[in-house]
């Protein structure tokens, strides 16, 4: 999440400030979103497949109340099968793109 973030800030004018980090570490501070600014939110699988407290479940529903323009996940080859499929139909986006060095797992 953190290279991620680094990489954002580096190779694009964006200003930090408008790039969400979510994790558990995250939650626990508890996060408030820009609705009417354009970010980017950067999760883990793990994130995402999780759901227990209050404040993961009320972020699991922005991000399933938002059509993204481009979901990006990293190192798909790690990811089971439900959770990969669980995050594809789950997150609404024009666009999914799926990264791996690893190409047969």
Known sequence: VEQWKAQYVLWTTLDEKKIIKLSSASTKKGIEFEHDEAVIMITTYSMMGQGSSEETMRIMNYIRSV???????????????????????????????????????
């Open 67 to 105: 059509e993204w323009g481009l979901l990006v996940m990293d190192e798909v080859q790690v990811v089971p099968a439900n959770m990969f499929r669980k995050v594809c139909t789950q997150v609404k986006s024009h666009c999914k793109l799926g990264l791996t060095a690893t190409l047969v797992r």
